[in-house]
């Protein structure tokens, strides 16, 4: 079965970095999309960047344009989320998900397979 695992989250400073890393298995990437999502405590989840594992093509919301990158590696099975300037708004338990023949997209419901999450906290 497809399962998804997080890692790389913790404490940063405010203008510090992290790389997420979600590691696939149960499934090769070769066809699909790959979403990165945050919820922040008392908000709605929202989708922060994705990536077309066929071709490589991404995209990000808004506040993530220029300070984030999305990234994979079909050989490990894997996609990153290189994310710079981080602010406290970006706090939140990041969560990578799969999507199934929609491609692209920020909308949760497009996704069918999630990992747990992993907590990034941007504090001084």
């Known amino acids: 079965q497809v399962q998804l695992v997080e890692s790389g989250g913790g404490l940063v400073r405010p203008g510090g970095s992290l790389r997420l890393s979600c590691a696939a298995s149960?499934?090769?990437?070769?066809?699909?999309?790959i979403g990165w999502f945050r919820q922040a405590p008392g908000k709605e989840r929202e989708g922060v960047a994705c990536?077309?594992?066929?071709?490589?093509?991404?995209g990000y919301v808004d506040s993530a344009k220029g300070r984030f990158t999305i990234s994979m590696d079909n050989v490990k099975n894997m996609v990153y989320l290189q994310m710079n300037s981080l602010q406290p708004e970006d706090t939140g338990v990041y969560s990578c998900?799969?999507?199934?023949?929609?491609?692209?997209?920020?909308?949760?419901?497009?996704?069918?397979?999630w990992g747990q999450g992993t907590q990034v906290t941007v504090s001084s």
């Open positions: 990536i077309n594992t066929s071709d490589g093509g991404s």
């Open positions: 149960g499934v090769t990437l070769d066809y699909y999309a």
């Open positions: 998900a799969l999507g199934v023949g929609l491609g692209c997209t920020f909308a949760a419901g497009d996704y069918e397979y």
